[in-house]
C-alpha cells in the first residue's frame, strides 16, 4: 500500500471544491546492496516526520492536502515489513499500517498515482530523504532500496530529482515543492559516462512545455553539489529536515488578509540561517535544485516564532557567559541559558526591537545587541 | 481608529529594492518594490515601524527604524539611506570546494584543560564527553567554535599560516584568435581608481574602443596559495564598478571582487537575474527599459509594444539586451519576444548568453516540426559554448536546463547530441564559484597559484597584499 492519506474519493467531485496538495514522501535507509554500513535509520525518520507534518496541518496548508503516497525502506525491519508508525489518523486509506518500500517498481506506479492527482491549480510536494549521489550533468538523485541489484545498471535504482524538478510544473500545478534530503556525492562511474544518470524519471517535459510553463518549482537540497548532506545517528530525522520542518513555522511573509505564510523565497533564502538560529548547525549547506522558482505560497502559520542565537563574537567566551536577557522593553524580558556555543530564544515576528544583554562570570566589556523580530531567524552576536 | 498616513520611501540608489516594513500591528505590514529611484508610497497607520531594504543586485539588506506619528494628512517621506549594494553584508564570498572544517583536537584539548571552567586538566573524559556532544550536534559549529577558542586563548598559534597577508593580482586577457587554441594575450582597458571605504578598492573599467565589442576579455584573479579563478569581462558602454575587499577564507586572507555595471538600469536588470521574484520581473524590465510602469499591459503581467520597442533599442549595449532576453525567458515569456531575441543572438553571434535566450525561443512557438526546432535550439546551444562560457550565472542554469530537456527528446539525433552538450557545458559548472549574477569559475590543479599572471598573457592592474582586514594593492590606472 502507498496512499496513506486520500481525503477526496478517487472519483467523483471534490467536496469542498478547490486545489488540492498531494504529497509523494519517501524514506530510504535500508540498503542490502551497499552492506550493514549503509543503513540509516534517520533517513525514515526524516519521511515520517514530513508526513507528520503535513497530517497535523492538512487543513492549513494554503491548498488543503488531498493525497498522501509513501514508500519507506527502514532498515530496522526486514524488508516486506515497512510501517508508517505514526498511530492512527482520519482519512487514512489502509487496512493496517503496513507501507511499501522505495523500490524501483514502487516508485514508478506510486509517482505515476501521484501524478495522476493532480488538476490544474493543485500544488505538488514531493520528499525524499536517502543515500544521494550526482553526475558530470550536475543531476542529483535519491537512491532506492534495490540500488545496484542490476549489474549492469548499477544506478538505475535512482530518481533524478533535479529532472523532476525542472518538468514537474507541466502537470499545470499552481505550485511544485521539491526537497531531497541525501548526499549529492560524484560517483567516478558516473563521471565518465555522457549519458548521466540513467534512473526512474517520473515527468517528461518537451522542450517546448518548458519554455512556456510560468511556473517553476521550488526545489531546495540539503547538501551541495559534490558534497554530503549529514544526518544524527540514531532515530532522529536528518539536520535538513530538523531545519525544514522548523523553517515551515518561521520563514513567513505576512499576506494582506492578516495571515502569516509560509512562502517558496522566504525558504529558498533562510534554511541555513533557521538551522544556525534554531539548532546551532551552522555546517548546514543547502542548494536550489531549479535556478529559478516562483514564489508560492505552502501553508498558513497560526504564531509563528523565529529562532534566535545570542553568541560572543569570541566564541571561547561563550564559556564565561552565565545567561542572557533578551527584551523588547515591555515586561521582565526572556532569560536564556548558553549551551557551548549558542544561546537559543525564540520570538514572534513582531518587528520589533529586541536588545540581547550578556552576564559574565567573568569581567568582559561586551556591549549590549540589539535586532529586531525579522523573518526567518536572527543570529545575535554580542560585541565588546 | 486613526486614518492611514500616505509615507513616500525614496531608495537609497537607483538599483532595484524590495522594501518590507513591519510595524507592531502586524496588519499595518506591506512591501514594495522601487525601481531605478522611483520612490514608492505605502498607507500607514501611525505607530512604530522598521523598514527592511533588500537588494535584488546582491545579498545585502539593511534596516531602519521610522515613527509615523497621528496628526497632519501630509505624506511623510523618509529617505532610507544606506544603500545595501554597498553594505559589508553583499560581499559576494566565493566559496572555495576544498574548504574543509578541520580543527586541532590535540591543541583544543590543552587549552580547554586550562581555561575552561569545570574541566580540569586531569579531566579528558568530561572534554571528550563535550566533543561528542558537540559533534553530535553539528560537527562543523563545533570547529568553528574550537578555531577560535585556540586563536584567542592560546601560547601556541595553531594555524598561523592562516593570518598571514597573501600577495594577490588581478590580471586581463582577451583572445585573439579565438579560432585557435592559446590566442589569449594581454587586454588594454582603462582603469580608473575611484575613492573607496577603508582597506577596500574601487575601479571603473571601460571598453578602450566602444566600437570594438566582440572581442572577448577576460578577468583573472589570483591570491597565494589558492586556486585562481576567472570570471568574463563584460563590456557595458558604462563601464564596471569592480569592488576588492577583504574577506577569511578557509587558507588565509581572501580577495572578494564585487562586479557591478556603472550604468543603474543595467545593474537593474543584471541584478535582477538571479534574485528577482517572477512576479517582480515585469516591472523591472519596464523601468530598466526607461518606460516605467507605463510599459506595463494594464493587467500587469505583460510588456506592451513601448516596452518592447525601448528593448529593441539597446543593441548599443548587448549585454544589458542579453539579461532582459534572459529575464523573459527565466518566467516563462520568451514566446513574448521571439523574433527580438533571435535578431539579438544573431547580431551578437559573439555573446553566448544570447545564443542561450535564443535556443529557449526557438521552441517557445516552433517553427516547423518539433524536432527542428529542437536542433535549432541545440544548435543555438553549441554555437554558445563555441564562444566560450557565458558572462552571466543565469545563463549557464538555462543552458543546461535546456539541454536536459533537449536530451529525453524524440529526435534521437537531438537526444544524443544534447547529452554531449551537456557534458561540455558542465564542465565549467563544475568548478563554478557560487554567488554572483556573472558567472566564475576556478581553474584546476597548480595553475597561477603563486600570486602573480605572467605578462606573456596577461595585462596585470592590481597586485598587492590582502590581510584579514583590508586589500592594500597598487593599481595601474589607464585613462582612454
Redesign the interface.
Known amino acids: 500500500m502507498t496512499l496513506v492519506f486520500q481525503r477526496d474519493p478517487l472519483e467523483g467531485p471534490r467536496v469542498p471544491a478547490g486545489p488540492r496538495t498531494h504529497a509523494f514522501v519517501l524514506g530510504c535507509g535500508r540498503f542490502p546492496t551497499l552492506g550493514a554500513a549503509a543503513e540509516r535509520a534517520s533517513t525514515v525518520a526524516g519521511a515520517r516526520a514530513i508526513i507528520r507534518y503535513l497530517i497535523e496541518q492538512r487543513d492549513s496548508l494554503v491548498a488543503p492536502l488531498g493525497s498522501i503516497e509513501c514508500l519507506l525502506s527502514d532498515p530496522s525491519v526486514a524488508p516486506g515489513q515497512d510501517v508508517l508508525g505514526l498511530g492512527a489518523f482520519d482519512r487514512d486509506p489502509r487496512v493496517n499500517d503496513h507501507v511499501a518500500a522505495v523500490v524501483t517498481p514502487n516508485v514508478q506506479s506510486a509517482g505515476e498515482a501521484w501524478l495522476s492527482r493532480c488538476e490544474a491549480g493543485d500544488h505538488m510536494f514531493f520528499y525524499m530523504s536517502s543515500h544521494g549521489i550526482a553526475d558530470?550533468?550536475?543531476?542529483a538523485a535519491g537512491l532506492f532500496e534495490d540500488v545496484l541489484a542490476n549489474r549492469y545498471k548499477k544506478w538505475s535504482a535512482s530518481l533524478n530529482v533535479?529532472?523532476l524538478c525542472?518538468?514537474l510544473p507541466v502537470t499545470q500545478a499552481a505550485a511544485c515543492w521539491v526537497f531531497l534530503d541525501a548526499c549529492q556525492e560524484l560517483i567516478p562511474a558516473l563521471l565518465g559516462n555522457?549519458?548521466?544518470l540513467a534512473g526512474v524519471?517520473l515527468v517528461?517535459?518537451?522542450?517546448?512545455e518548458?519554455?512556456?510553463?510560468?511556473?517553476?518549482s521550488v526545489g531546495i537540497a540539503g547538501s551541495r553539489?559534490?558534497e554530503k548532506a549529514?544526518a544524527?545517528?540514531g532515530p532522529n530525522p536528518p539536520?535538513f529536515t530538523q531545519a525544514l520542518l522548523r523553517s515551515f513555522n518561521s520563514c513567513v511573509?505576512?499576506r494582506a488578509d492578516?495571515q502569516?505564510v509560509v512562502t517558496g523565497?522566504r525558504l529558498l533564502f533562510n534554511i541555513e540561517k533557521v538551522a544556525?538560529a534554531a539548532?546551532?548547525?551552522?555546517?548546514?549547506k543547502v542548494d536550489s535544485l531549479s535556478?529559478?522558482a516562483?514564489?508560492p505560497e505552502l501553508v498558513t502559520v497560526q504564531t509563528p516564532l523565529l529562532p534566535v542565537v545570542v553568541r560572543t563574537k569570541?566564541?571561547?567566551h561563550?564559556?564565561?557567559l552565565q545567561k542572557v536577557t533578551i527584551t523588547n522593553g515591555q515586561g521582565p524580558g526572556i532569560e536564556g541559558t548558553p549551551q557551548?556555543?549558542?544561546c537559543f530564544f525564540e520570538v514572534p515576528?513582531?518587528?520589533?526591537?529586541y536588545v540581547a544583554t550578556g552576564v559574565f562570570?567573568q569581567q568582559f566589556n561586551y556591549q549590549p545587541a540589539q535586532f529586531?523580530a525579522?523573518p526567518c531567524a536572527q543570529i545575535v552576536q554580542l560585541c565588546p | 481608529m486613526t486614518a492611514p498616513r500616505d509615507v513616500q520611501f525614496i531608495a537609497p540608489g537607483n538599483g532595484a529594492y524590495r522594501i518590507?516594513v513591519?510595524?507592531?500591528d502586524?496588519?499595518s505590514?506591506a512591501?514594495a518594490l522601487s525601481v531605478a529611484g522611483e520612490p514608492v508610497s505605502l498607507a500607514l497607520t501611525p505607530g512604530l515601524?522598521?523598514a527592511?531594504v533588500e537588494s535584488l543586485s546582491s545579498p545585502g539588506v539593511t534596516?531602519r527604524?521610522f515613527r509615523v506619528d497621528p496628526g497632519s494628512q501630509q505624506s511623510l517621506e523618509l529617505s532610507l539611506g544606506g544603500d545595501p549594494d554597498q553594505a559589508t553584508g553583499s560581499n559576494i564570498a566565493r566559496t572555495r570546494?576544498s574548504a574543509a572544517?578541520q580543527v586541532n583536537l590535540k591543541d583544543l584539548r590543552e587549552v580547554l584543560s586550562h581555561?575552561?571552567?569545570g574541566i580540569g586538566q586531569n579531566d579528558p573524559a568530561a572534554i571528550t564527553r563535550?566533543l561528542a556532544?558537540?559533534a553530535?550536534?553539528?560537527?562543523?559549529?563545533?570547529v568553528?567554535?574550537a578555531n577560535?577558542?585556540l586563536q584567542?586563548?592560546t601560547r601556541t598559534d595553531p594555524k598561523p599560516q592562516a593570518m598571514k597577508a597573501r600577495a594577490f593580482s588581478l590580471g586581463l586577457s582577451m583572445n585573439v584568435s579565438p579560432d585557435v587554441r592559446g590566442g589569449w594575450r594581454p587586454a588594454e582597458i582603462a582603469v580608473e581608481q575611484h575613492e573607496a571605504a577603508e582597506g577596500e578598492v574601487r575601479l571603473k573599467l571601460r571598453s578602450p574602443n566602444p566600437r570594438e565589442l566582440s572581442a572577448r576579455r577576460r578577468l583573472t584573479v589570483v591570491v597565494a596559495g589558492d586556486l585562481a579563478w576567472r570570471t568574463g569581462l563584460p563590456l557595458f558602454p558604462d563601464g564596471l564598478w569592480l569592488t576588492l575587499r577583504a574577506t577569511s577564507g578557509p587558507n588565509g586572507p581572501d580577495v572578494v571582487a564585487t562586479r557591478r555595471p556603472v550604468n543603474e538600469r543595467t545593474a537593474v536588470l543584471v541584478g535582477a537575474l538571479g534574485r528577482a521574484?517572477?512576479?517582480e520581473v515585469t516591472g523591472i524590465l519596464g523601468a530598466a527599459t526607461g518606460v516605467g510602469v507605463d510599459g506595463i499591459d494594464s493587467d500587469g503581467r505583460n510588456l506592451n509594444s513601448k516596452a518592447m520597442a525601448a528593448l529593441y533599442d539597446k543593441g548599443n549595449d548587448p549585454w544589458a539586451a542579453a539579461a532582459a532576453a534572459l529575464l523573459l525567458?527565466?518566467?516563462?515569456?520568451?514566446?513574448n519576444a521571439i523574433d527580438w531575441t533571435m535578431n539579438l543572438a544573431n547580431r551578437f553571434e559573439w555573446l553566448a548568453d544570447a545564443s542561450v535566450a535564443a535556443a529557449?525561443?526557438e521552441?517557445?512557438?516552433?517553427v516547423g516540426s518539433?524536432a527542428e526546432?529542437?536542433a535549432r535550439?541545440l544548435k543555438r546551444l553549441q554555437t554558445a559554448r563555441g564562444w566560450g562560457p557565458p558572462y552571466f550565472s543565469?545563463s549557464n542554469?538555462?543552458a543546461?536546463?535546456?539541454l536536459?530537456?533537449?536530451a529525453?527528446?524524440a529526435s534521437p539525433e537531438v537526444r544524443r547530441g544534447a547529452?554531449?552538450e551537456?557534458?561540455l557545458w558542465?564542465r565549467h559548472?563544475?568548478r563554478a564559484i557560487r554567488g554572483g549574477a556573472f558567472l566564475a569559475w576556478e581553474l584546476p590543479g597548480n595553475t597561477l597559484r603563486k600570486g602573480k599572471l605572467p605578462r606573456a598573457t596577461y595585462n596585470t592592474i592590481v597586485v598587492g597584499e590582502v590581510c584579514n582586514a583590508a586589500v592594500h594593492a597598487q593599481v595601474k590606472t589607464t585613462s582612454m
Do not use: C
Open positions: 558530470q550533468n550536475v543531476s533535479n529532472v525542472t518538468n555522457n549519458s548521466g524519471t517528461d517535459a518537451s522542450p517546448t518548458l519554455a512556456n510553463v510560468q511556473v517553476r553539489y559534490g549529514w544524527p545517528n539536520y511573509n505576512f492578516g502569516w523565497d544556525d539548532y546551532g548547525y551552522a555546517a548546514l535556478p529559478f516562483t514564489p569570541d566564541l571561547a561563550m564559556a564565561f557551548l556555543t549558542d515576528p513582531s518587528g520589533q526591537q562570570t529586531y525579522a | 518590507t513591519r510595524g507592531a502586524p496588519t505590514n512591501t515601524y522598521v527592511f534596516e527604524e570546494a572544517p581555561n575552561l571552567p563535550m556532544k558537540r553530535d550536534g553539528s560537527l562543523a559549529s563545533f568553528e567554535a577560535s577558542y584567542s586563548h521574484l517572477p512576479n525567458t527565466r518566467i516563462g515569456k520568451s514566446r529557449w525561443a521552441v517557445a512557438d516552433p518539433p526546432a529542437e535550439s543565469a542554469a538555462l543546461l536546463q535546456m536536459t530537456s533537449l529525453l527528446s547529452k554531449a551537456h557534458g558542465t559548472g563544475l
